[in-house]
T-cell receptor, first 113, second 114 residues
Framework: NAGVTQTPKFQVLKTGQSMTLQCAQD?????MYWYRQDPGMGLRLIYY???????DKGEVPNGYNVSRLNKREFSLRLESAAPSQTSVYFC????????????FGPGTRLTVT | AQSVTQPDIHITVSEGASLELRCNYS??????LFWYVQSPGQGLQLLLK??????LVQGIKGFEAEFKRSQSSFNLRKPSVHWSDAAEYFC????????????FGKGTTLSVSS
């Protein structure tokens, strides 16, 4: 049981390049989330998927798109990377119900030059 | 507006001394409450959580937190800090509703001096 996995762990992009961050969970969770973490800002929600087939914007969605490929996988795409998207990206998931605990992946450290 | 405030950006505590990290929240309903810890370069690990019942909750690594509804607070405590506790700590709140994201505070960095 790997929990939440993210690939890649590190990435350097040039301004204007595109990439997709992958996230997968093997806990049969309904809801999945993408956050970004910047120094002094805590974690801010980019997009989330309450259940398979649905996605919604969070606090900072501009410049990103997401796909809930199936129940396990939730990807985050940067179509045209900008230096302001330099950040650490975390994927999380949780199972709807009594326990609201979110489980986090190890993060992807992205630098855009 | 929903928000979480961690008033202390950085705290330094001597090893063996007690610790209290503050967390205040603004939320429309009774929330779920969490404390997460992040070591440098690592992901987030759940320390403890409050859903209902006893307002004093115990977590891993000897941490505890107390929910005070009247003060909208959920402060984290530890009686005796170890050098390995040096990390960044995040308080978070969430709705009692499926598919809603957590709202995080900006974090408190804990340094431990010998």
């Amino acid at each position: 049981n790997a929990g939440v996995t993210q690939t890649p762990k590190f990435q350097v992009l040039k301004t204007g390049q595109s990439m997709t961050l992958q996230c997968a969970q093997d806990m049969n969770h309904n809801s999945m989330y993408w956050y970004r973490q910047d120094p002094g800002m805590g974690l801010r929600l980019i997009y989330y998927s309450a259940s398979e087939g649905t996605t919604d914007k969070g606090e900072v969605p501009n410049g990103y798109n997401v796909s809930r490929l199936n129940k396990r996988e939730f990807s985050l795409r940067l179509e045209s990377a900008a230096p302001s998207q330099t950040s650490v990206y975390f994927c999380a998931s949780h199972l709807s119900g009594e326990s609201y605990e979110q489980y986090f992946g190890p993060g992807t450290r992205l630098t855009v030059t | 507006a929903q928000s979480v405030t961690q008033p202390d950006i950085h705290i330094t505590v001597s090893e063996g001394a007690s610790l209290e990290l503050r967390c205040n929240y603004s939320y429309g309903a009774t929330p779920y409450l969490f404390w997460y810890v992040q070591s440098p370069g690592q992901g987030l690990q759940l320390l403890l959580k409050y859903f209902s019942g006893d307002t004093l909750v115990q977590g891993i690594k000897g941490f505890e937190a107390e929910f005070k509804r009247s003060q909208s607070s959920f402060n984290l405590r530890k009686p005796s800090v170890h050098w390995s506790d040096a990390a960044e700590y995040f308080c978070a709140v969430g709705a009692r509703q499926a598919g809603t994201a957590l709202i995080f505070g900006k974090g408190t960095t804990l340094s431990v001096s010998s």
